[in-house]
C-alpha cells in the first residue's frame, strides 16, 4: 500500500520553485548512492506520478540541474581524490605534530633506559667490588665487559671501551 500526501503536501510539491529545489537535492543525494532511492513518495519525489513532464523536460530547468550534477559530482570526486581545502592541511599538521611528539618521547624513553642500564653496571660493579675482595678486573669482567675508569662525573663512572666478551 501506497502512503497519500497529505493536501499541504500536494500544493507544496506542484509549485515549480520548490519541485525544482527537491529535484535537485534529490538526484545529488542518490545519483552516486550504492543503495537505492527509498520508494516512499515524500522522500523520493523523482517516482511521484503528479511531476508536471514539462518541468523534467525544459531546457533551461534542465540544464541548471545537469550542471548542478556535474558540479556536485566534480566536487564529491575531488574529495575522494584526496583534495580537502583547509581540512586536509590541518590533518597533515596535526598528524605531524603528534608523529614529533612521539619521536621525542621514545628518544626520552630510551636515554632513561641506557641511563638505567649505565647505573645498573655501575652498581653490580661496586657491589662485587665491596662485597667480595676481587680484583677491578674480575669486577669489570662481571659486570658484563671491559671497562675503563672515566671522569668523574657522579660517583664512580665507568665506560664501556668494546663489547662484552
Do not use: Q
Amino acid at each position: 500500500m501506497r502512503p497519500s500526501l497529505t493536501p499541504r503536501a500536494k500544493r507544496r510539491m506542484t509549485k515549480p520553485a520548490a519541485m525544482h529545489c527537491v529535484l535537485v537535492t534529490t538526484v545529488w543525494l542518490y545519483a552516486s548512492s550504492v543503495t537505492a532511492a527509498p520508494t516512499h513518495p515524500i522522500r523520493n519525489p523523482l517516482r511521484f506520478r503528479s511531476i508536471p513532464p514539462p518541468l523534467l523536460a525544459s531546457a533551461p530547468r534542465s540544464l541548471t540541474l545537469l550542471a548542478w550534477m556535474l558540479f556536485a559530482c566534480g566536487v564529491d570526486r575531488g574529495r575522494d581524490e584526496g583534495w580537502d581545502g583547509r581540512r586536509r592541511r590541518r590533518r597533515r599538521r596535526r598528524r605531524r605534530r603528534r608523529r614529533r611528539r612521539r619521536r621525542r618521547r621514545r628518544r626520552r624513553r630510551r636515554r632513561r633506559r641506557r641511563r638505567r642500564r649505565v647505573k645498573a653496571t655501575k652498581s653490580t660493579a661496586s657491589v662485587v667490588m665491596r662485597g667480595h675482595e676481587v680484583s677491578l678486573w674480575r669486577a669489570r669482567k662481571a659486570a658484563g665487559g671491559v671497562f675503563r675508569l672515566g671522569k668523574r662525573r657522579s660517583g664512580m663512572s665507568l665506560r664501556r671501551t668494546c663489547r662484552p666478551v
